[in-house]
């Protein structure tokens, strides 16, 4: 068999990634020459220059006439991909933006580090956004894990930054090797670790092996459920949210759970709920076992949020029911009467990548005036400063989901999708879920605009933080008045068979 190579002239089709590659080698590099004493905030400029300028090539790329395959769907450059990508380095270039000038010397010590580490870390989502074998996946998955576990132990002298460190390691190995675990089934049983040729060799032969198909779909959903801190796999996110540096968990909270995201769309559309394994029982049983996952999470995530005073975790578990909602497009199935499954996905991923960004902004913010990380840290808040509160205010707006917001109209179109296919009873749980989750956000804006014990504090904005904050509870705001742009757009250029299935 002769080997697949890959060409010199697809090499721009890689300009995205290879962007952050090199801008990281010459960061690391920049960061090991400059003197001690030399101010780092150079080199989150430039890092912010290199995010930009793989944006911009991303873009170049969207909306191609056909999917471009690299090295026998090895890699796919297509819509799904594209939109993913963006989305991720939108995440990485706030996170980045907000940092310039804001993180302290106790919150970050090595801060040229943290800068050119999150480069890579973008990097392995980018690439598992765009995998369509097994082996690229994983190596983008690693390379995203590795990079996260450096950036969360970054405070290494203090002690809940270090518990928080080792427990993300351990769990992020373990669930790591139960992914792998699940993808030796599947190429056991295929012969290939191709997407496109495990589906259709699983549905060809698939019914002699049906014990192995299931055990190979729940060792990747637990594996892939801890990745995005879904119930029953969310017991580290509270822990590791409140131990890291904020910046770093905004990444977690916002970056590495789109790349998650991105994978289980794939995996799920893929192999196991279309083309082949239609045929077989296990493509209903997905589905419904994505459903249970969705609203576990969205159960377990709202009520446990309603006791939690330390923002971090409570944020933490808001991310673990956000986390149900954004499963619900995914374990839906694409019908003729729904067919919206990724749009109503990538405009709420949007929102919620714009309003949790904002919120860890405010909590930057906040840290920086009364060193409190607790929600009596907002105490008096619309007191001392009216114009933050307002954001704040915003901003809470649509991470519960109320009118006029994108939160609101990113859960609406999702619900909208569970009804059309007839699952009322998921739309059921949103609903309900959602309506507890305002007691909660509520007990922020009570903070603000009730309490004043906190007056004698005042209350600093970092430029970077403070135009991060508005823009975030801006564009939170526009998604709300015109949600038919961003959707409309979105399924102008996405095509289902093209962008997301590996056949036609």
Excluded at 203 to 231: E, H, R, T
Excluded at 383 to 394: I, K
Excluded at 397 to 422: D, H
């Amino acid at each position: 068999m002769e080997p697949i190579r890959l060409q010199l002239s697809e090499l721009g089709l890689l300009a995205p990634e290879l962007t952050l590659v090199a801008a990281a080698v010459v960061l690391s590099l920049l960061d090991l020459l400059l003197p001690r004493q030399t101010s780092r905030t150079m080199l989150g400029w430039l890092s912010l220059a290199s995010i930009l300028i793989s944006a911009l090539f991303v873009v170049s790329h969207l909306d191609p006439a056909e999917p471009t395959q690299l090295l026998h769907y090895s890699y796919r450059i297509d819509d799904f991909a594209n939109i993913m990508k963006l989305i991720l380095l939108t995440g990485a270039g706030l996170i980045t933006f907000m940092s310039i000038g804001s993180v302290k010397e106790e919150e970050i010590p090595h801060i040229g580090e943290y800068y050119y580490l999150l480069l890579p870390a973008t990097l392995g989502g980018m690439i598992m956004a765009s995998s369509g074998d097994l082996i690229t996946l994983f190596v983008g998955l690693e390379l995203l894990s590795i990079t996260s576990y450096i950036l969360v132990a970054m405070r290494k002298k203090n002690l809940s930054t270090n518990e928080a460190a080792f427990k993300y390691i351990v769990l992020g190995a373990i669930s790591s090797a139960i992914i792998l675990y699940g993808m030796s089934f599947l190429y056991g049983m295929s012969g290939s670790t191709a997407v496109i040729d495990i589906n259709s060799a699983l549905g060809q032969s698939g019914q002699g092996m049906l014990p192995m198909i299931y055990l190979s779909f729940f060792l990747l959903l637990a594996g892939f459920g801890f990745k995005v801190a879904a119930a029953p796999f969310h017991m580290w996110a509270p822990d590791v949210y409140q131990g890291a540096p904020t910046p770093v968990t905004a990444f977690l909270a916002v970056v590495s759970k789109a790349a998650a995201f991105a994978v289980l769309f794939r995996l799920m559309y893929g192999i196991y709920a279309v083309g082949d394994m239609m045929s077989l029982p296990i493509h209903q049983d997905v589905l419904t076992t994505l459903m249970v996952v969705a609203a576990a999470a969205m159960i377990l995530g709202n009520f446990i949020a309603l006791r939690q005073t330390h923002m971090k975790r409570l944020l933490a578990y808001s991310g673990i029911a956000n986390t149900g909602y954004l499963l619900v497009p995914i374990a839906v199935q694409f019908s003729m009467t729904h067919y919206s499954n990724f749009s109503e996905f990538a405009f709420y991923l949007i929102a919620y990548l714009f309003m949790n960004i904002g919120m860890f902004a405010v909590l930057m913010i906040i840290e920086r005036s009364t060193g409190e990380e607790a929600i009596k840290g907002l105490a008096g808040l619309y007191y001392r400063a009216p114009g933050m509160a307002v954001a704040v205010l915003l901003l809470l707006l649509s991470l519960a989901g109320l009118p006029i917001s994108g939160g609101f109209f990113g859960k609406v179109y999702i619900m909208l999708g569970a009804m059309q296919t007839q699952h009322y009873w998921l739309a059921a749980v949103m609903i309900l879920t959602s309506v507890v989750s305002f007691y909660y956000y509520f007990g922020f804006i009570r903070q603000m605009f009730m309490r004043s014990e906190d007056e004698s504090h005042p209350v600093e904005v970092p430029l970077p933080l403070g135009i991060t904050m508005w823009l975030c509870a801006g564009i939170s705001v526009l998604l709300g008045l015109v949600p038919q742009w961003v959707l409309g757009y979105i399924e102008r250029i996405f095509t289902l068979t093209k962008d997301l299935f590996f056949f036609t």
